[in-house]
């Protein structure tokens, strides 16, 4: 991001005005495009206000821009030198807009963090770079050739990753499948892309979890799908849960193609569905004929039990399709994840990859593919586990030290989040802005689709010595917001 | 790729059918679905098609798999032991099939490149490894430290690279833009692909030339998008070209909402549009308030002239989006690229892009930040464009000796490939196969949307020895199949 230079002659204001001029002259601002509003270029420039005021007079004065009560500033469009009156409406190429990128509250933490780096982050769904295997991952940048595959790749992904993650699978998730019928993709999140734009169609109705991380995506929208919010459980009278028994009538009555599960260390809530209603969904599903997408990639981080077996350990007809990632047990950064489905849906899959991005870069999946087959990966795991459940339990401490009256929750037993249901009715708004005055950040459950009254912790985020001192700053805005009427 | 073992005391037949029972059993071939065909099958895993017949024949007494005559081999979906009846109709969500991948004689070229790795490949548009900064890439990946960037990345991909293009930009391509400007995309077919989902709707009209490499690329009609082939240029009586004065009434008659562009060195012609051309072309789509999407990723090749100038250095209202990218000057393996538009276009892609994978892999992104910023990046284009300028000429003096009389073509001052006129009408699939089975494959003209007599050879991808047998195998499928009727 470039910045006035305080250190050179000419004042900060003539600087800024000189850099506007430029990007409008190589047409980064076309003619009549908008231009960043007095505050927020402030903002971004770190500079007062009265500096973008002058900056931007400056302009006006050259003709290049011009300002209007209530439309803001803009570039010229009349008087432009030698370029021809007419000039390109982009904004008919910029609907519609709202689509592609997440809103709201959500986009309001996004907006906080990028602004200032020093808040407490309990919000960002990914590990904390100290858990991340960096000097491994250097390790084997060092040692790799990278001599093959500088072509384009198989469609399918490496052979040496697919390989590698084919016994990644069975050992750890007992899950039996080969290469032919793994994708490699660009982390979970590709994955999910493919299936809704390539397997479903505008209209098709899915059904996933509620609360569920898919609320927080526009995934959903963008692909035109239909949503129906599923009750997984009931509870009957000895308190067990079971599967809800109008699932059936209900998942058949609203025509549902797919559903959309996330059944270990569920994101938000940190749930683990048991292996009775594992089996119990599958044997309804298949008799409904609707496949099942399984988004796992928590289940390796279960903090002191055996990892939870996911559903497609127990699926036999091919019913199941599978995503993992590396995302959450590795780092977000490599983009490293996995779709494994009948052949046919593969080979499909595959191909929509192709038209996207002819496929993943072949250096991330080359230090994966030696990553995790090798001893390292195992020993990695075992301190990530263990670093989680330590940092699970500072947030834990904290929550009851300074929050017990407050808020409930379950005890999450793996994943990175902690999910918080609040005692009492607060404006998720106020609370949120209080909490980034006081330099906190926190996801809001209304991003997940709950109405208010929940919020997601994530304790693998933040700094392990930034937890405590930031459910104090959250505890405080709780307080502050519950205080004003 | 899974080969029975002909040193395993097993018999073949039974190797691959316990394979593929195993392969039914975790679902990768669902109830009801259909298995390869019995001489695919034998092709692929390389024995005999007794050995698949036998193999077969044996699930089939198992209960497995039943065969009808005219239906193929399939999954049996009724005796299935514990499983229910029902099972999921896969079929429904593979359709529509074909709307992804490329067709016709562009798939029989890469299904032969599949099935035979000993054919001189004068189709794929890539470079030779030999040709790829292999050392220097490794060298990076020894002294980088892979420290920072292990989450989700920022959206426009990383500052380091984003800057290290904007100053390769200026000084190579004298473009002026700053990294709010600049997407990083996995490859201009990421571009491509963003702008077609994310800027234009189905039944938007765009503008193509006409032949293209466009042709080659479901991209257009999987969006939707209709195509409207653009004849750019006439000659007067002097000889001279300029553009097609009807352009500007054919681009308003169609409502042409975007003109697709691959200005310098052209995939297939090799053509360079000349600075006029590019500067009329200019003033006549900003006089229509229509933008051009620049593809540029062959001008740093340019042999022996000076690079040609993109159209995007001469665009002072940011009417051009100007895509790029290292697959062609580096390794398409690595997929990185670039987009700059107005920067309100590239904050919306950023939001898509998003939505689509969260970003490219920060691994690549680093060592081609590193690449690109040093001595070295200038050192290898220096080496590349010696070598690719050598491999045309070994190209040209092959057509020249075996193919004279047959062949027409101009010739290329840059890029991979090489444009081919036949004089003699002859069947494109005919000369394909026999082309095939004299051991080569090239890219027929039809694949660029050029009706039959036209053919595209790359001279950057076989090894440089391969080059005149290539030819003189080519020379040897004409004659056969000019010489049967
Ligand atoms: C359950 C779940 N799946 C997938 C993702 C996306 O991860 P990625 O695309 O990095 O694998 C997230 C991100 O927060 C998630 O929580
Ligand atoms: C003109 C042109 N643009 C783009 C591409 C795709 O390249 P990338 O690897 O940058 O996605 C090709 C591939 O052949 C091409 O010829």
Redesign the interface.
Known sequence: ??KPDRKNDSPLYMQIADYIE??I???????G??LPSERKLAEKLDVNRSTIVLAYSELRALGLIESRPGSGTRVNSTK?GT??K?????DQ??QP?NA??PKGLQKRVRDALQQDASLINLA?G??N?DL?P?DE??QF??I??????????DPLGS?KLRSAVANHLQSENQ???????ILI???T??AL?LICH???SPGDTIAIEDPSFYYS???FE?AGLRVFRMKLEQTDQQGETSLSSDLHQALKKNRV?MIFLNPNFQNPTGAVMSEDQKLDLL?LT??????IVEVDPFSLTAFQSKCPQPLKSS??????IYIGSLSKTV??????GWLVA????VE?LA??R???????????QQ?AAEFISSEHFQAHLGRLRLHLLYKRDLLIEALQLHLSELVTFEIPEGGLHLWCELHFKVSETKLLDEAIKQGVVFMPGSVFGKETGHLRFTFARPDTDKIAIGVQRFAKALHTVLQTP
């Open positions: 991001m470039w430029q990007q002259i190589s047409g980064e601002f076309p003619p495009s908008l432009w370029i021809p007419q000039s390109i409406q982009w190429y910029l807009a592609v990128s960002s990914e590990l770079s991340s960096i991952i250097n940048m060092k790799q050739k990278y001599q093959e595959m500088l072509g384009y790749n052979i899950i039996q499948t080969s290469n032919a019928s993709t660009s982390g999140q590709q892309y390539y397997l479903l995506m526009p995934m963008d193609k044997l298949n008799d409904l004929g609707i496949p699926d036999s007809i091919g019913s199941v780092a977000a950064g490599l983009r490293i009948p052949r046919l849906i499909k191909e929509a192709q038209l996207i991005d002819y496929g993943q870069s072949s250096l991330p230090v």
